[in-house]
């Protein structure tokens, strides 16, 4: 992969690759910013309607290139602390038994664009996610096959390490992420090659991903080459990265499962530039989705007049666990105006989306509510 | 689709609807524009490795909503001028003569952001590009056995109408856009139903789009429900906005065919903020893509100054002739240090890529060259 790995000097990173900042009060989105979003993407919001999101609609986030890859040579390595490392091949991962999960994925700094001030880095709104089925084989078995079994006691993280080579802030590195050793073992936790029936596409990690049902994007490793059980917590630049904390250098807390988020599709037809709606006076059946990684979704609300009241929304039961599920609201429209229309939802833990979303310097999981502007002619 | 078309108060939609604008200068990338940014994207310009671009790497611009589509009741009307008007469901059009052409496809409006001043649009830098190969079946003979060469005399435009609907600076319309006749009944122009081998993805155009080899994105209408042929050049909203004008109001020169470009793939690895690539010394065969709607690309040159000096590639044949061509270029690099690396291309017509770009108020045809910025080190 790359050629000139750790020969880089040290002043060359760090003229060009700076430490992260926050935008200065009124400062539009940058250059650097609109090179991310031109490169990555989210989804299209009326892409709720279907129940899996079609390929090439699915939110997307590459940290540094989609690498080229050879499904015929690729190797995924298992080592660390097990008794018998092993290299599987494609084949050998494809032979093995295959699970298919429908699964939410989410990137954490999913709101980021909307914080103020705002976090200079991936500018999202609310686009950052998608639901595709994923086809591949359990990571546990995998383990206990190489002998993890005798070291379990001592096994703290699975450190999973992806094809990509870039650096970030001053860091050179492949894209890595550790998990705690009882959330690498959950049955639906997957060595994915296939996404909604056919092989990964080169962006979704192709040949071989993971997938950690419940949990933010950045969990799920792409163009996955080596799985290592350790006996410390991983802390290496991604798991720092990915944090809650209000300065740079604070410790933080570390970013796991998705926090509850209700979208709903943007009613009527948009206007090109701004987005605004159009709808006519009349009722008008509201739909959108709503999800959350810690437990199934109990309530979903909506607001009609920019969050000053909300009424429960039709909750349909949830067809598979870690997937969004539908929910529909029919909206009575007896006057012409302007109204801004709000979805929440709260989750069967307690949490919810807050109303007043508190800040932090990543600009990672900001669930203040949705506001779609809508004109509403008679 | 719509339910309220022609209903709008002309006020509603003024007010949330604004003319077109260009920016301050200074001003940064405002929330509307990273509204478009965030739904459509350009193409990783990594995937130029591949011949053919995987689905959803595919640039994509959708300019109101990816309408929903059910291709069982689908029907493409073909009217206007023709003495048997008919329509189609998607079987007729799939019983029709099947042809496949791999098509390279711009966005007129790539490169918009890095023009100064910069029209207040989607904000693309480069990427807005893509080859895919499409299935369809030939337009001309669909309009032949309509009857059309009784009236070939008097037909000057046939219009091509989508299922997606919006206001666009304050006029709401289905998209829509003319073709003089001899463009429409090209041998190559496609009623195309698949892309790269699997039906079309709802975001681009499914079930059924037009597909006009050579022509920039905007004549490649999606979601195609009607095609008339009229005795008048269509003068609709799309038509008069895709030209280039100094000023608003002005008739300006309706764009057509793609201007020249060569876009390389980045080398080395990169700053994930930054995008600035890094490299060391040595010999790196640097490559990239070059296309033209206008005629053969008959060279491409490339700059590791910044465009000071300027060197010939090595231009790989043509193999299909309305796709790009693949272009290499060895760079050997013995001193360590900043550089800035582009690719020009020229073709057959005698077009090229100006080093100072002309600028235009709807932001298109900017095909100044892309500026890499590498740090190599020892």
């Known amino acids: 992969m790359a050629s000139v790995e750790n020969d880089l000097r040290a002043d060359d990173v760090a003229a060009a690759s700076l430490p992260s900042r926050v935008a200065a009060d009124g400062e539009g989105i940058g250059t650097d910013e609109l090179q991310l979003a031109a490169r990555n993407h989210g989804m299209p919001l009326e892409a709720m309607r279907y129940d899996v999101t079609p390929l090439g609609l699915h939110y997307l986030l590459t940290h540094y290139d989609i690498p080229a890859a050879d499904p015929a040579t690729w190797e995924l390595s298992v080592g660390g602390l097990v008794d018998r490392p092993v290299t599987l091949s494609m084949d050998d991962i494809r032979s093995r038994p295959q699970v298919t999960v429908a699964v939410t994925l989410e990137c954490a700094g999913n709101g980021r664009a909307r914080l103020l001030p705002r976090p200079v880095s991936q500018p999202w709104l609310n686009e950052a996610v998608g639901t595709m089925r994923w086809t591949g084989t359990p990571l546990g078995p995998v383990l206990r096959e190489a002998g993890l079994s005798d070291h379990a006691v001592d096994a703290v993280d699975v450190v999973f390490t992806g094809a990509d080579h870039g650096v970030e802030r001053g860091v050179e590195q492949d894209y890595a992420r550790g998990l705690p050793l009882r959330e690498a073992m959950r049955d639906e936790v997957l060595l994915a090659y296939e996404a909604n029936g056919v092989p990964l596409p080169p962006q979704h990690g192709f040949p071989l991903r993971l997938v950690v049902p419940g949990w933010y994007g950045m969990a799920h490793v792409k163009w996955l080459r080596s ?64 999800w959350s990684g810690w437990g199934p979704v109990e309530r979903v609300e909506v607001s009609t007049d920019d969050g000053a009241t909300w009424a429960p929304a039709e909750l349909e039961p949830a067809g598979e666990p870690w997937a969004w599920c539908r929910w529909t609201f029919p ?8 109204y801004v229309v709000s979805a929440r939802a709260g989750d069967a833990t307690g949490r919810t989306q807050p109303d007043q979303q508190p800040w932090n310097r990543g600009g990672f999981a900001n669930t203040s509510p949705q506001r779609v502007e809508v004109v509403v002619s008679a």
């Not at 909206?331 to 302007?338: A, D």
């Open 227 to 290: 799985v290592e059980v350790v006996d410390a917590p991983f802390e290496g630049y991604q798991q720092t990265a990915y944090a809650l904390r209000q300065e740079a250098g604070q410790p933080g807390t570390a970013l796991t499962r998705i926090d509850p988020r209700a979208l709903l599709i943007p009613p009527g037809f948009p206007d090109f530039m701004s987005r605004t709606r159009f709808l006519s006076t009349g009722t008008h059946v509201l739909q959108g989705r709503a």
């Open 331 to 338: 909206w009575h429209l007896s006057e012409p105006g302007r």
